[in-house]
């Protein structure tokens, strides 16, 4: 089992006159997303594991991809067009769109009819061989870039083959 919470930050400075007026500022462009992940059940060989893999990290000295439970898949997405026959994989929430960096069982579609061949995938960007007319939308599953907040991890033993562990990370880009 496990248990997560996800949040978003943006920095904003906020002034206000005497007269009431107010003035806001933020010096991001892209929200700050933090999640907290915590998983109550953990086998042994789990635990392990985890561990193994913040030690691969070096803690929060490497960045990782990381896929998210719950937030983690577009459908029929309509793609943003670079250029150069390019088009940019993108996480929507609501009205909000943000690019993502990489993406994997990618399924292409241009006008709704679907392409198998003809295109690549690297970095969150689809490239085509060749110049397309129309919309371009895909399904797929993205990836957020993450790193550890804490350098180190905890697990606390709850009984025999029974471990509880809490990840906190945070978006890099």
Partial sequence: SWK???GQSWNTAVQKSASG???TNTQQFLPAWTVVAKYETLTDEETRELLGFVALCKGASEPFWWLDPEDH???KQVLAPLGNNRYQAVM???DYVEAVGYIDNVKVYVNGIERTSGFSVSD???????AVTG?????YRYYWKMMFVDDGINT???FKNINEVTIKMEVVR
């Fill in 4 to 6: 997560s919470e996800k």
């Fill in 73 to 75: 898949e577009a459908k």
């Fill in 124 to 130: 969150g960007i689809i490239t085509f061989n060749s």
């Fill in 21 to 23: 007026k107010v003035v």
């Fill in 135 to 139: 919309e371009v939308t895909a399904d």
């Fill in 156 to 158: 606390n033993k709850i």
């Fill in 92 to 94: 929507k929430q609501g």
